[in-house]
């Protein structure tokens, strides 16, 4: 769920933006002169927004085009404008992380990182979750618990900023 807003908030911070310019442009009103809302917060412009991919970035200011060209090449690159795409696997499934190269590649997508998934009668008892869930969860959801908790550890371990991460039963 936390993911799913992680996701989220960039679509939405850029979405009221757009508005934003849009709401300001059709009215007579000088466009940077924009009024605040009676709760005393703005909502953040396209004039205030600044894309970053790796070393070089990317300013707008109220009068560009709201998605030049450089910025859409910029996130339609090999992980889909994330830091990285991880793909939590077991090591021995590599019909599935051959299936996933092959999909990814015939979309110029790449797997940025395999994570080895882990199985539930591997986790040591003093590695398991706090609470009910050590009790109620069978083997094979603790399993993919503590595969994803890798995956978050990899995450943090490397300053990801942004990640997309997948099971290897992925398909699109």
Do not use: C
């Not at 002169?33 to 070393?55: C, E, H, I, N, R």
């Amino acid at each position: 769920m936390a993911l799913l807003a992680f996701l989220a908030l960039p679509f939405l911070y850029v979405t009221l933006g757009r508005l934003s310019t849009s709401a300001n442009s059709k009215s007579s009103v000088d466009p940077s002169k924009s009024s605040k809302p009676k709760s005393g917060k703005k909502f953040p412009s396209m004039a205030d927004l600044t894309f970053s991919t790796g070393s070089k970035s990317f300013g707008m200011s109220a009068h560009d085009d709201p998605m030049p060209e450089e910025i859409v090449r910029a996130v339609r690159n090999e992980t889909l404008g994330f830091g990285a795409i991880l793909l939590i696997s077991l090591k021995y499934r590599t019909d599935r992380q051959d299936a996933v190269t092959l999909i990814g590649s015939s979309q110029g997508i790449s797997i940025t990182k395999l994570i080895p998934a882990v199985q539930g009668e591997e986790i040591n008892e003093k590695a398991l979750p706090w609470g009910e869930a050590k009790e109620k969860l069978p083997l094979p959801y603790l399993g993919s618990w503590r595969s994803h908790m890798d995956a978050f550890k990899y995450i943090v371990d490397n300053k990801i900023e942004t990640a997309l991460v997948l099971e290897d039963d992925i398909d699109w």
